[in-house]
């Protein structure tokens, strides 16, 4: 027989781990499931990288995130949300990849795997997904995508030094990792089907980038688009002119997705177009009772709509509910 919990909270990312903890002092039965480490998206983000927001929109649970500058490094929020869980003593499985989530007469049966292989299962009255996006990158669906010179996911830049690197896309961390190997050396190509840099590049990065580029530091092809990634080179349709860019490494930084499987799995509606979950924005209960989505998990391809400060809006709103639901009145 399966563990039976009162929760179930798949993902142990900010979200996932303000989850746990609102359900810990809450006198909630729970447990976070983790495919990889804890957050393991910030894990997967460039090694040197300063976050955009400042450090008190990052905290959860009411602990501080002292650092040595208003806006925390990757290290320093690595140490911190370890740190939360290990002074919440939080219940935390890592590397516990959940496959499947379905509704039973009593809640819900959860599956997955270990990174092992070991198989496990538990069932609980309420889940709740908070697994983010930062795991499914935007594919560009052309040839030579899945070669091993061609990454979806930046991680630094002395590598490579002195070597050609082409970057596709144009947004805020296209133009943070296009600057940080420039400044190492490495001599970049941008590639961006639109005719200028996103709009929503940050307004200190712009003006930076622009200058590489209006001097020739880096190179950029605007209104262009890739048709194949050779073993030397991006070929792109530039101006109705066919394009051969010689590259010896290739970041495809072109966003990320909410995958939906696990969702839809369970029953929970999804809008085909952008691939968001049915959902209450008051309770962020999706339309399987008990079931609930928190952060950018809920939300498709709309990532820009969530970011964990207002993420952390949705814990609140769902573990209210969930704790609602559990009152003697309710029961």
Request: charged share 25%; with cysteine.
């Amino acid at each position: 027989m399966a563990l039976m919990l009162d929760l179930v909270i798949v993902g142990a990312g900010p979200i996932g781990i303000e989850a746990g903890i609102r359900a810990r002092r809450a006198g909630i039965t729970y447990l976070i499931l983790e495919q990889g480490s804890v957050v393991n998206a910030i894990v997967g983000y460039p090694t040197y990288m300063t976050f955009f927001t400042t450090s008190e929109r990052l905290e959860v649970g009411g602990h501080p995130l002292v650092t040595a500058t208003d806006k925390p490094t990757r290290k320093e929020a690595l140490d911190y949300y370890r740190k939360v869980v290990q002074n919440e003593g939080l219940a935390v499985r890592q590397h516990h990849r959940v496959s499947r989530l379905q509704r039973v007469p009593e809640g819900f049966e959860i599956m997955g795997h270990t990174d092992r292989g070991e198989a496990f299962a538990l069932r609980s009255r309420f889940a709740a997904v908070a697994t983010g996006y930062f795991d499914t990158p935007k594919l560009l669906g052309v040839p030579g995508e899945d070669r091993p010179t061609v990454s979806h996911y930046y991680s630094e830049a002395h590598p490579f030094y002195d070597r050609r690197v082409t970057i596709i896309g144009a947004g805020s961390s296209a133009a943070d990792a296009a600057l940080d190997l420039f400044k190492a050396g490495a001599k970049v190509t941008i590639i961006h089907r639109g005719e200028d840099f996103r709009h929503s590049l940050k307004y200190w990065i712009r003006p930076n980038l622009e200058n590489r580029v209006k001097e020739g530091s880096i190179r950029a092809h605007f209104g262009a688009r890739v048709l194949e990634i050779t073993e030397h080179a991006v070929v792109i349709e530039h101006r109705g002119e066919r394009l051969e860019v010689p590259t010896d490494q290739t970041f495809a930084l072109t966003g990320y997705y909410a995958e939906p499987t696990l969702l839809e799995g369970a029953g929970v509606g999804i809008d085909p177009a952008t691939l968001t979950a049915c959902h209450s924005e008051e309770t962020f209960e999706t339309n399987v009772p008990g079931l609930y989505v928190l952060g950018s998990a809920g939300y498709g391809t709309r990532t820009s709509d969530v970011f964990i400060e207002n993420g952390l809006v949705h814990v609140e709103r769902a573990l209210e509910d969930i704790r609602r639901k559990m009152s003697p009145v309710n029961a």
